[in-house]
């Protein structure tokens, strides 16, 4: 059989129990919270227990209540001697050895077991003394079966043993040897001594039922005992730890009762608020709000966690999070509400801060989308966008056509040129603004770079619906713009080209087609429209065929140059003349400067003709030098793109240095619209420095300004040839050649009048006092030969002023 007892996990000191005794059979051991079996029921065994060693203070307390009984006894036992008439000789014969038997029980130096038997014989002593003394009375008997139980106190075998087999010695031995003093009741002393030894046998199986229950149940005890304590000492351990964390935390830990009175106030609640402990202990917990009320039971605000603005004591408020627990007693009744404030400013200013940083990243996120799919001067949509755009609109099958429309912008780089690159880009937004303006919602108008633009149109039945959308653009592009003080004014032309979903073009092949309408408008004279069609590359091839022979003609000998006299109205006589190339074909024949001018300029091919040009004029300076002309002076026209690309002036003096004449005797024209740009101006003055004249072509057409002008090295200002042609309708007075001639008077410049055809015309600029003239008046173009002749025949042209 198993008892339940305490094992070596139950601590020692517990109710001043002792790990369990040593027996011969299992312990079992009871962790905290594990339920005790309950006691093992049935017959008691007949076996004696083995008992178990007490601790030494319960031991202690067992035998003073045995020695003191044994005490009373040893008074009681010369009393009754007395009393029965014993002299005083027989009393104390009586009385010695229950007297050495509680002088051994008493004695601190014997040891316990010793002590313990001495007492137990000291009580079966003093019953059988008290036997004797009564004669044999039956009822002094009952004194054994009343002090039998006293030696089960000790929990052991030995003194029970002991006070069992003196009975049994005392009823038998003396009983038979001298029944006189034991028993009462005839000369026959086994039946009484029989009748005594069951009685004895019955009190002492009843002492051992009771010492077996009263054994187990102090192990089941014990083993509550110790479960408890060890429930207990957990829960003072995780009290502990808990009140040291609650002692230690940063976050302010407080307690209050249902209606708001603060009960406890930790070390971080005082970091925390500012007071400590003593000040708001029993003060409502509606100090701690700021501009929050409280409900009049707190209990209702949780279980839960939740954001609250919170006073300090120096009426600082602060953001927190209140965690709240409703502490309930036994019965679940809500006692008072605990709660941890934990101060989250930071943590919501680094919430705010991340948030404000993702918006951040998401609005750079959205601007880099933007700026990888938008043009970044225009906003309009890039390439990228466009292609996409296209692939999207080409895949949809439901749509009948697409058309793609290539807009390049007409003298732009004039702008550049003549006002800088802000004024280009302020027209370059507003033309961006006009064409989105001049479109369909569903329209996509894109800016591929430059002054080159695109616009898809999706879903369109033919022409119909897309060259009166493109005559929109061109029409909207005419408006000057203004910028600076200043108006410009750019047109454009556009190419237009369709879908076909039986050819598989993509998006390159599309801009190429519409990029060959566009160029065949421009070189048709420039703000119109054309739609492309097949036979417009053999235009292009054609074109381009024309660009190969140009570029040949340089080297080749076709081209040539011929030379215009510029005449001094005062005298009359030949003072200069303009070098001007013309293109002899050997397979075109004679090509006007209309023909290749343009192309040249658009191809780069203008560069090679020009420093041809210029080093074709030195050369024949030189030649009517050695010749014995008088000096004269050659006039060349540059392109723009010569001024602005900074080598003009390296060209020009390797020129004249190579044909050994005066700089000074060579002058460029620049149109008006170039002269002033900033890239012109610094090509200008690099120019002016070698010596070389400077002249404004066709002055008076352009949009330049005059203090720009002022601030540039000119020479001589050249009137329009259109403006020249107005003086043979009506008076010379407050035309445009009349305020050329006067605004170059005041700027201290020559002015010569162009394209001068009729003898009217002559006479008038005469009277505004024009200083030179050209024209067929006085000679078209002819070779250097003809100019020799003219100079040398020394008279002059149409009579002298």
Known sequence: MVRPTRGPGVPRDVGGVLPPRARGRSSVVFPPGRAVPSLPRGRAVPSLPRGRAMPPEQWAAHHTVVVRTLLVLLVAVPVYALARGHDLASTALHTVPVALL??????????????????????????????????????????FFALLPLAALYAARAPFLLAVAFVAVHHLLVGTLLPHHVFAHGPDPLPMALLHAAFVLLESWACLVAWRHFDDRREHVEALVAARTAELSAQRDELARLAAVVQSTDDAVVTATPDGRMTSWNPGAERLYGWAADEVVGRHASLLSAGQDLPADLTTLGPGTMERRQRRRDGGAFDALVTLSVIRGDDGTPTGVAAITRDITGRKRDEAEARATARQLEQQAGELARMALHDPLTGLANRALMQDRLEHALADRRARRHAVLLLDLDDFKTVNDTAGHEAGDAVLLAVARRLESSVRPADTVARLGGDEFVVLMEDVEGRRDVVPVAERLLGALRRPVEWGGERFTVGGSV?????????????????RDADLAMYVAKAGGKDRVRVFERGMREEVAAQDELVRDLRAAVGTGELRVLYQPQVDLRSGAVTGVEALARWQ??????????????????????????DWVIAQACAQLRAWDDAGLPPLRVAVNVSPRRLTTGDLAVGIAAATRD?????????????????????????????RALGVHVAIDDFGTGASSLSRLQDLPLDRLKIDPSSVALLAAGAAAGSVADAVIALGNSLGLQVVAEGVEQPAQLAALRSLGCDAAQGHLFGSPVPAATVERLVRAGRPLLGAA
């Open 102 to 143: 509680a002088l051994a029980a008493w004695t601190p130096s014997l040891g316990r077991d010793t002590r313990a038997a001495a007492a137990a014989l000291g009580l079966m002593t003093t019953a059988a003394m008290a036997v004797q003394l009564s004669d044999g009375a039956t009822e002094a008997h009952f004194l």
């Open 495 to 511: 190419g237009v080209t369709f879908t076909d979903a039986t050819d598989g073009r993509g998006m390159d092949d599309l801009l």
């Open 585 to 610: 074909s050997a397979t075109r024949g004679l090509v006007e400067p209309a023909g290749f001018i343009p192309v040249a300029e658009a191809t780069g091919v203008i560069d090679e003709i020009d």
């Open 659 to 687: 044909a050994g004449v005066d700089p000074g005797r060579l002058e460029i024209e620049v149109p008006e619209a170039v002269a002033a740009g900033p890239d012109a101006a610094a090509g200008i003055r690099a120019v």
